[in-house]
């Protein structure tokens, strides 16, 4: 029964070996108070988020003019054409992992497994897609990607920002995209092991006590 019961989630044994109990940082449930709070930020940050995609989004620009009057939030702020690009791609890639966040949260919430561990991934998701969807946009501006956008007159905006909402949504499988695009660009990494040792066994040991690995077991007569 003490099996079962630990198997359900509650905190193992001191008993129990290190190894077999592992950390017991943030085992425990989230209360109901820090839930309503966390879902309030969340919400927050999403209308956050779309509203400062609506008004860095790069419209209404003349071909002749490489900048934007943005109002954001009360303040008028000259933004040039370029920074516009790099700020909806961060912000379309943190919506992006919070869209990820929010159908993670809902589901250990909803299925009353929502642990204080779970908290900082959570949290970190849409800053991971902001940075995310920044270097995708990087990679592709700098025509490591086929692309055919020169200037940021030839940029599809729309392109960029699906992009990079995709990035932060599934932020796993681009960092894999990003990983094999390296693997073509640079050396294999070197596999650093230890050259002047190597671990011996009772069979190893030669009559006087020296191994040839680079330790000594035993005692020289």
Do not use: C
């Not at 309503?36 to 969340?42: A, E, M, W, Y």
């Not at 008028?76 to 869209?99: D, P």
């Amino acid at each position: 029964m003490g099996a079962l019961v630990r198997g359900v989630g509650s905190v193992p044994s001191k008993d129990q070996p290190a190894s077999e109990r592992g950390s017991e940082i943030g085992q425990a449930f989230v209360p109901r108070g820090w839930i309503i709070v966390f879902t309030v930020g969340l919400l927050v940050l999403a209308g956050v988020l779309l509203y400062s995609l609506w008004v860095f989004w790069p419209s209404g620009i003349e071909t002749d003019r490489q900048w934007k009057t943005v109002h954001y939030f009360g303040a008028e702020v000259n933004v040039k054409t370029e920074t516009l690009f790099f700020a909806i791609v961060a912000f379309a890639g943190a919506l992006g992992g919070l869209v990820h966040t929010l159908r993670s949260f809902s589901m250990y919430v909803g299925t009353r497994n929502l642990r204080w561990s779970w908290i900082p991934f959570n949290l970190l998701l849409p800053a991971v897609g902001a940075l995310g969807g920044t270097v995708f946009y990087l990679v592709f501006r700098g025509g490591l990607f086929s692309t055919s956008a020169s200037s940021t007159n030839d940029v599809n905006p729309y392109g960029f920002a699906a992009i990079a909402a995709l990035v932060g949504l599934f932020s796993e499988q681009a960092m894999e995209k990003l990983r094999l695009i390296a693997k073509e660009m640079f050396a294999e990494a070197p596999q650093y092991k230890p050259d002047h040792f190597t671990e011996s066994t009772s069979d190893d040991i030669p009559p006087g006590g020296t191994t040839t690995g680079g330790g000594t077991t035993g005692s020289s007569k």
